[in-house]
């Protein structure tokens, strides 16, 4: 099998490709934003990142949530129910970390082909 990687940032890449699933990362571009902006923000790059590889959210399998403080959960919650596809949700976890300054939530998705 060959593994596609699409070019991110230094020491990253953007999308990796293989098995028929697309393995992606989404930040917020603006950290100025709180927690429901920085997820919005997220979620609209993992939107970008799967339309360039010819997927969209309704084949995702799985997403890991990472956030800053746990104790706003809620917010972040309420940004991605507003994005999942309802009939399509795929397996989520979320976890409490140290993410880079500024950033408040970061999410990994994985969808198939």
Known sequence: MTITRTPGKPGRSQTVEYNGMVICVGTAP???????????????KIDEYLAIAGTDKSK???AMMY??????????????????DPDNCPTR???????????QVEIV???GK
């Open 109 to 111: 998705a994985t969808a």
């Open 60 to 62: 995702l399998l799985n």
């Open 30 to 44: 603006d950290t100025t934003q709180g927690m429901k902006g920085q997820t919005q923000q997220a979620l609209a």
């Open 93 to 103: 976890a979320c976890v409490q970390t140290v993410l880079d300054k500024g950033f």
């Open 67 to 84: 956030v800053s403080d746990i104790g706003r959960w809620e917010e972040m919650q309420e940004a991605w129910m507003e994005w999942v």
